[in-house]
């Protein structure tokens, strides 16, 4: 018996974070351009999601479409085991002029869980190549940093999603996050922290963390000196820093890299989602050659990590296009505009009686409700509004495309107002 797809979709396929049983709605979108989705029944959204924070010039651009037709006319895919190729190089080249300071050796993996583990495994084989004993990380509460094994033992092992595997994954440090926030002034809260570092350094091999924005564990924004900070402790008790700019990179916060806020370099940072420009899945793992070099003269004589799709070429290509585009057109005044509006529709909500906060950094808009959001209600609610905003937990947040029109982010904004109004089917008491 002939069934449709949605009914099909709900019976035998497994979307992010949904259950088999009672699965969350899903809505077949059949075409995307600029920054709207097209449902299969012609009605057209405005996103506000940017596919999770990776789509950042909007969607189908010609640039990145042009690059990618003209590539797969010579390969698709291509081992990287023993083989190069001209995508890349200059990716790899590309990466190396933008990234801060001095980093400037690059791991191609294929998602930003994929780059983690990789980081993960650089910090533990830089301190076995130099034979000391350090296989622990200090992570932050309410940290998120992907979901295979070792991105989840960074992960918050509490407050997370991941909770449910804490008896199976390793145990790492955990530290409260500095309560000071963006835009307040910096008041020091740094002792617990001081004090971990402190007692725990000898076998502590890094600490991972978001620079500035923590996106899945709670969208919250923190002071750039507490930043600062980490980095001369990194510094003083020798101890690598990983930052992970998965989410934050290239632009969204209103510098190219959240470090930049902060004006501090990792010693390995991570990247993804918006590499491609939302297109497909590619990601990157950066260090120093002083990193690089003491990981390759160890008696493996290598980094041990392979993906099959490592330098995926129409990923690479992809990417090249997208950071083209980045230069070639003025994307920190559209993320200024975007910030500003934010500011002037979402601040106002913070006197509303479901809301317990209002934050907004960069192009990046969160609304934090008292209760948590019944997500397959509110989502039904912002379809028929026109608009795709996905929420989570307490939080309804939107990270549109750069290229969003001043009409549609107004819609957006307007919709989230709008539901706050309509409460009593929306929220989970």
Same mark, same amino acid.
């Given at each position: 018996?002939?069934? /449709? ?13 949904? /259950? &088999? ?28 999601? $940017?596919?999770?924070? $990776? ?23 291509? %081992? ?22 001095? =980093?400037?050796?690059?791991? =191609? ?12 495994? &650089? ?6 190549? =130099? ?20 991105? &989840? ?12 595997? !804490?008896?199976?994954? $390793?145990?790492? @440090?955990?530290?409260?996050? /500095? ?44 002071? #750039? ?7 001369? @402790? ?38 993804? +989602? ?5 297109? %497909? ?14 990981? /390759?003269?160890?008696?493996? +004589? ?7 799709? &490592?330098?995926? #070429? ?8 997208? @950071? ?21 529709? =979402?601040?106002?909500? !913070? ?20 209760? !948590? ?16 905003? !996905? ?18 982010? +107004? ?7 709008? $539901? @706050? ?7 989970? #008491?």
């Amino acid at each position: 018996m002939n069934i /449709s797809n949605l009914k099909f979709d709900k019976k035998h396929i497994w979307h992010p974070y949904s /259950s &088999m049983i009672h699965p969350l709605p899903t809505y077949q979108i059949n075409y995307a351009y600029s920054y709207k989705l097209v449902l299969n029944n012609g009605r057209k959204l405005i996103d506000g999601m $940017s596919s999770w924070w $990776s789509a950042i010039h909007g969607y189908n651009h010609p640039v990145i479409n042009k690059a990618l037709k003209k590539q797969i006319n010579y390969m698709s895919h291509v %081992m990287f085991g023993g083989i190069t190729h001209i995508p890349a190089i200059k990716l790899c080249k590309n990466l190396i002029k933008i990234t801060p300071g001095n =980093l400037d050796c690059v791991f =191609l993996a294929d998602s930003g869980s994929i780059s983690i583990e990789v980081a993960i495994k &650089m910090a533990l084989q830089y301190w076995y190549s =130099l034979k000391i004993s350090k296989n622990k990380f200090i992570a932050l509460y309410h940290g998120y940093h992907g979901d295979t094994f070792g991105a &989840m033992s960074v992960s918050d092992p509490h407050n997370s999603m991941h909770r449910i595997y !804490r008896n199976y994954l $390793s145990n790492q @440090l955990f530290i409260d996050i /500095s309560k000071c926030r963006f835009h307040d002034n910096w008041v020091n809260d740094t002792n617990d922290l001081d004090n971990l570092v402190k007692l725990n350094h000898h076998n502590v091999a890094a600490i991972i963390l978001e620079p500035i924005v923590q996106g899945a564990g709670g969208m919250y924004f923190y002071h #750039p000196q507490y930043l600062v900070h980490i980095r001369k @402790l990194c510094n003083e008790y020798k101890i690598l820093l990983i930052a992970d700019e998965i989410a934050t990179g290239f632009g969204r916060t209103g510098k190219l890299f959240a470090c930049n806020h902060a004006k501090i370099v990792p010693d390995i940072l991570c990247i993804g +989602k918006a590499l491609t420009g939302g297109t %497909m899945t590619l990601a990157a793992t950066i260090t120093n050659r002083k990193i690089a070099n003491i990981i /390759s003269n160890n008696d493996i +004589k290598c980094l041990m990590h392979g993906p099959t799709f &490592m330098g995926n #070429p129409l990923a690479c290509v992809a990417a090249n296009a997208s @950071l083209n585009l980045l230069n070639q057109y003025d994307w920190k005044k559209c993320i200024f505009m975007i910030n500003k509006q934010l500011k002037k529709d =979402l601040f106002p909500l !913070r006197n509303h009686e479901m809301v317990q906060d209002v934050r907004i950094l960069g192009a990046i808009g969160v609304v934090e409700t008292k209760y !948590r959001v019944n997500v397959a209600n509110i989502q039904r609610w912002f379809i028929n509004y026109g608009v795709w905003i !996905r929420p989570f937990n307490k939080l309804i947040y939107i990270v549109p495309p750069y290229i969003i029109k001043q009409s549609a982010l +107004k819609i957006l904004t307007k919709a989230i107002k709008k $539901s @706050l109004n309509i409460n009593n089917n929306f929220i989970i #008491p």
